[in-house]
């Protein structure tokens, strides 16, 4: 009998390790998590909740927007959003541990909502046991980053966690973060709050994984349409309180001046860490914090080939879905370990398929595959065409004009390579690109023909011209 521990059980990656297994014969699982609900980050603290509370701004902005509609715009009742949504979260959350706890239902299956901590590399410690195991599965998720700004822990700031459960929010704030949290949640805050906001960039544009124009497109978005005050090339340096209790920041602007930004409350989004710290991983050989890479692309920890580290606690791609596939790459290499066919464990490889529910998601950014800088990173022979949400009427009837697309494939037997889309409906049109891109189809084999709903022409557009630049 092969004994796997899980820790993290609840969680997307943990659940899915845990599925797998459990059918497996010769193999004993024991489930541990302390989740207080319990579910896992994305259904508490990540994609889920974070849509929910969203979509109320992009409800209030749509109307707002529309000079078609007159009178004043509603307001966002936040105690009413805070409510749906937890009503909603709980339901979800609730779901996942019937899961687990059917699982735990099974002979050679225990759950334990207990917290757990090594004892030695292959013990583990809760309440008053101690668990022997063959394997461990490490999913204990992460949890919002706090940069090492001085004076921060002598102000109040609000996390993404704490947005997420906010029933006020100030008149105006100052945001520490531009990432993938930030460009979801800074539309929230300006939308739902009426807040003023200055937000802290370090690059010259948001979204680095995408080409410099969707960066600029969606900088003007917001701009535009929620007037936010972006500083770009602006570092932190230090941050106090003001004598009224609201904040201020000094930040390197970009020609190396220290100048000063204040708001009523600072906003942290400055991504998220491993939650692994806690575990007593010291008492073991693992070490995450040993400057390089610990945990291998087969999941496995680089100093311990039985202790496999899945999701948000690995660092890699915190994104749901890909700790999901992870768990699941997980489970098989573990397998093939404990049978001892070394030769069949697999490197977990995915193709980039990112987005992000910019502007209140009525502008989503997405990314399947290459772009144009990572194909030329890849030194490969492409060609690269792009088309503005303007070019087609459909977006303009629907009062959502801005934003583009681009399509990237081989420029030689006209394989889709990547696609990106910064505009309406581009996060459900992904879906369709991943199909062209991990099917690696040939775009000159793709139909073009009108079809409904019309919304995706700026799709029949790519794919036209690419197929005519191929051809040329």
Avoid at 46 to 69: N, T, W, Y
Avoid at 356 to 381: C, I, M, N, T
């Amino acid at each position: 009998m092969t004994h796997v521990a899980i820790v993290g059980a609840y969680g997307s990656a943990g659940a899915a390790v845990a599925g797998e297994l459990a059918d497996e014969p010769g193999v004993e699982l024991t489930l541990i998590d302390d989740g207080e609900p319990g579910g896992g980050l994305c259904i508490l603290r990540g994609c889920m909740p974070s849509k929910e509370v969203i979509s109320a701004g992009a409800h209030r902005f749509q109307a707002r927007h529309d000079h078609r509609l007159v009178g004043d715009p509603p307001d966002v009742d936040l105690d009413a959003v805070v409510e749906t949504k937890d009503d909603h979260v709980l339901g979800f959350a609730e779901h996942r541990r019937a899961a687990i706890h059917d699982l735990a239902e099974r002979d050679d299956v225990a759950f334990h909502h207990d917290t757990a901590r090594f004892v030695d590399d292959r013990t583990l410690a809760f309440a008053d046991r101690t668990v022997e195991f063959d394997y461990v599965v490490v999913a204990t998720g992460s949890s919002p980053n706090v940069p090492e700004i001085p004076g921060i822990e002598t102000v109040g700031y609000r996390t993404s966690d704490d947005v997420l459960d906010a029933t006020d929010l100030p008149d105006s704030g100052i945001v520490i973060g531009f990432g993938y949290v930030g460009l979801e949640l800074v539309p929230y805050i300006a939308e739902a709050g009426g807040t003023d906001l200055t937000v802290i960039e370090h690059d010259a544009r948001p979204l680095d994984e995408a080409d410099p124009a969707f960066g600029d497109d969606l900088l003007e978005i917001y701009e535009k349409e929620w007037d936010v005050d972006v500083r770009r090339h602006a570092y932190e340096r230090r941050v106090e309180s003001t004598e009224d209790g609201g904040v201020r920041l000094y930040v390197d602007d970009v020609d190396g001046n220290e100048v000063a930004v204040e708001g009523e409350e600072l906003f942290v989004f400055a991504g998220r860490n491993p939650n692994v710290h806690g575990l007593g991983l010291e008492r073991t050989r693992l070490d995450p914090d040993s400057g390089g890479e610990w945990v291998r692309d087969t999941m496995q920890a680089v100093d311990d080939d039985r202790v496999f580290v899945v999701g948000d606690a690995n660092a890699k791609e915190p994104i749901l879905h890909v700790a999901k596939e992870q768990g699941f790459q997980a489970a098989e290499n573990l397998l093939a370990h404990a049978r001892d066919d070394t030769d069949t464990i697999a490197a977990y490889e995915n193709v980039h398929h990112h987005v992000v529910f910019s502007a209140l998601g009525v502008y989503p950014y997405a990314r399947l595959g290459h772009s144009k800088a990572s194909a030329e990173a890849a030194d490969l022979e492409y060609v690269h065409v792009t088309r503005g949400a303007s070019d087609d009427g459909v977006f303009t009837t629907k009062d959502v004009p801005d934003g583009r697309a681009s399509l990237v494939v081989d420029a030689d037997d006209g394989t889709v390579l990547g696609y990106q889309g910064l505009h309406y409906h581009a996060d459900a049109m992904a879906k369709t690109m991943q199909l062209a891109v991990e099917m690696e189809l040939d775009v000159r084999e793709i139909p073009d023909r009108a079809y409904h709903p019309t919304t995706p022409e700026i799709l029949d557009g790519l794919v036209q011209d690419a197929s005519d630049a191929v051809e040329d």
